[in-house]
Each structure stands twice: as structure tokens, then as C-alpha cells.
């Protein structure tokens, strides 16, 4: 059990640009979370996947961010057209239904910053 | 709707104890406790189900109030490492997805 990782850790962007990021899930969790955090915030709900399945999308997320998880093990989130709004940490966490208390795990996140 | 967290902030010196709730408007199924310190992700201390199953540290200890729709943390012999800002994050039934409160600030002092 590595847990969960993500990839790149810092990410600094001109605004207009497109950013994919990726998130590795800790090994045989089949759900995974995406949360964006700004500062003084608590993380709030962006998209998760059971599997290959994306269950849910937050209403708050536009249509210039996208993620897939297509072999139902990694998962990678693009924001296209980048604006300074965006930047913010973007958390990635895990869990699995096979347990009864499915606790979700977080990566280190990846900083944004849209200049 | 979010979550509200009280106390926004706490000060206590090393080996006092402190409580931090957690009061949602809607009914829960489920709340979960995390601490984040400055820079770092979120770590996951305790979960508590409706029903009463319950999942965390052996140092950690928390409460769920399934009908005042409310959760407490309970911290006591507090060290320095226990700095941090703590989050509940609230499960809805049907949501699956987890509401973070705005969270509370904790601080200890040698």
C-alpha cells in the first residue's frame, strides 16, 4: 500500500492554456474522488468514479474540466482554457466500496497556479 | 449545504483536551474527521456511520448524533503534533460524496 499519488505536485499555467493532472489511486480501491481546495477552504466535491464509471459530476464544474478513469485503475482531470479562477489545489482521493466504512484517502494534491 | 464547524479556532496548551463539532442541515448517513496541516493533504482520523459503526485512531475518539444531525470530535491530552485545521465532511443519504464544513483552526502551545 504507496497510497495515493499525483502528478505533477505544482503546476503554473498562462492563463488560456490547457492542464491535465494525474492521480494514482492506492491499488485494488475501486472508487476515486476528485476535490479542488482553495485556501481556507475545506475540499470541495468535483467528480468520482466507481471503476471506469463516472457516477457523478458537480454542478460547479464547468465544461472546460474533464476526467476519465478508463481502465478503472488511474485517473487524469484536464482543465482546458485555464482562467485565473482555477487555481487552487487539486486533491485526488480514493477508497474502497469493500469496506463496510469505505474511508477515503487523499493524495498530496497538485497546486495550480494560473498566471 | 456545507457544514458548519465550531470552534473556528482553538488555542490550548499541550495536554488539554478540546471538542470540535460538526451540525448539518440535512439528515446524514455518514461523517468523516480529517486533519490537514499547512501544505499537506487531508488525513483521515475517524468515520462515523448512521447506525453506529464506526472507524478510526485508537487516540481519536468522536461522537454521531444521528437525530440532532450533529458530530463532535473529541481530542484529549492534546500534543503538538495535533496542530493542524480539522474538516468534517458529511455524507447525504444518496449523495456518496463528501461536504467539507469550512473547518477548524487548532493550535497547541508547549
Known amino acids: 500500500d504507496t497510497g495515493v499519488s499525483q502528478d505533477p505536485r505544482h503546476k503554473i499555467t498562462k492563463r488560456g492554456q490547457n492542464v491535465t493532472f494525474r492521480c494514482d489511486p492506492i491499488?485494488?480501491?475501486?472508487?476515486l474522488y476528485w476535490y479542488r481546495q482553495t485556501l481556507g477552504q475545506g475540499p470541495e466535491f468535483l467528480t468520482y468514479?466507481?471503476?471506469?464509471?463516472?457516477?457523478?459530476k458537480s454542478r460547479l464544474l464547468s465544461d472546460r474540466f474533464s476526467a476519465e478513469r478508463p481502465k478503472g485503475s488511474f485517473s487524469t482531470l484536464e482543465i482546458q482554457r485555464t482562467e485565473q479562477g482555477d487555481s487552487a489545489m487539486y486533491l485526488c482521493?480514493?477508497?474502497?466500496?469493500?469496506?463496510?466504512?469505505?474511508?477515503?484517502?487523499f493524495g498530496p494534491g497538485t497546486r495550480l497556479t494560473v498566471t | 449545504q456545507q457544514p458548519v464547524q465550531s470552534p473556528q479556532a482553538v488555542i490550548l496548551r499541550e495536554g488539554e483536551d478540546a471538542v470540535i463539532n460538526c451540525s448539518s442541515s440535512k439528515a446524514l448517513y455518514s461523517v468523516h474527521w480529517y486533519r490537514q496541516k499547512h501544505g499537506e493533504a487531508p488525513v483521515f482520523l475517524m468515520i462515523?456511520?448512521?447506525?453506529?459503526e464506526q472507524k478510526g485512531h485508537e487516540k481519536i475518539s468522536a461522537s454521531f448524533n444521528e437525530k440532532k444531525q450533529q458530530s463532535s470530535l473529541y481530542l484529549t491530552a492534546s500534543q503538538l503534533s495535533y496542530s493542524g485545521t480539522y474538516f468534517c465532511?458529511?455524507?447525504?443519504?444518496?449523495?456518496?460524496?463528501?461536504?467539507f464544513g469550512t473547518g477548524t483552526r487548532l493550535t497547541i502551545i508547549p
Open positions: 462515523l456511520l448512521k447506525g453506529g
Open positions: 468514479f466507481q471503476n471506469e464509471a463516472q457516477l457523478e
Open positions: 465532511g458529511t455524507e447525504n443519504f444518496g449523495n456518496e460524496k463528501l461536504t
Open positions: 482521493a480514493s477508497s474502497s466500496i469493500r469496506d463496510t466504512t469505505y474511508e477515503q484517502y
Open positions: 491499488s485494488e480501491h475501486n472508487r
